[in-house]
């Protein structure tokens, strides 16, 4: 069940009650107990622990497969970024860039637009949270690295013992502009 399904029934449920139930909902389904864990969860924190690295690149003419689809597209990144939240994982990043709920993916010409940097392949998507539940989740049969796969972008999918997820780029321009506003504040 997804979260949206979640609230359209606690909206249900609160219209014919008259009152809002008492539910406390996490991201995925784990609790936001502490600040440090909602700063996790929104990136304002960079998060480091065990997770998978998948490697997306452009394929190779074969005449079979149109240039179009040769490409790695937006929709290409944002079914496998989609896909890796729902399993579960904590943060995810593309080419060292933080996904957040209003993070950016934008096809610009010849690159992708995420959040605010223009990125060219290959593309390096890091995930936080346990392999063993986010690498199955991507690679089944008929999921997003399958039908990849099957329109000849390269896709490889490795698991990693310890890798960083950076902080959302908002969280490292707040932190530079904290000196001016303390200076500002004197």
């Not at 290409?76 to 939240?85: A, H, I, K, T």
């Not at 996904?99 to 392949?121: E, L, Q, Y």
């Not at 998507?125 to 390269?154: H, N, Q």
């Amino acid at each position: 069940m997804t979260l949206m399904a979640v609230f359209a029934g606690l909206c249900l449920g609160a219209m014919s009650s008259g009152k809002w139930p008492d539910v406390e909902l996490g991201l995925a389904g784990a609790a936001i107990e502490s600040e440090s864990d909602l700063e996790r969860f929104d990136g304002h924190s960079p998060v480091t622990g065990p997770g998978i690295r998948v490697t997306v690149e452009d394929g190779i003419a074969d005449g079979a497969a149109t240039m179009d689809r040769l490409i790695v597209h937006e929709r290409d990144l944002l079914l496998l970024r989609n896909e890796l939240f729902a399993a579960g994982a904590t943060a995810v990043s593309i080419n060292g860039h933080r996904m957040v709920a209003n993070s950016v993916i934008r096809c610009v010409g010849p690159t992708i637009r995420i959040n605010d940097a223009h990125t060219a392949p290959p593309y390096v998507v890091d995930a936080a949270g346990d392999p063993d539940v986010l690498k199955p989740a991507i690679t089944m049969m008929g999921g997003v690295v399958d039908l990849m796969s099957s329109e000849k972008l390269k896709v490889n999918v490795e698991t990693v013992g310890k890798l960083t997820i950076p902080a959302h780029e908002s969280a490292k321009r707040r932190e530079e502009k904290a000196p001016e506003r303390e200076k500002k504040n004197d």
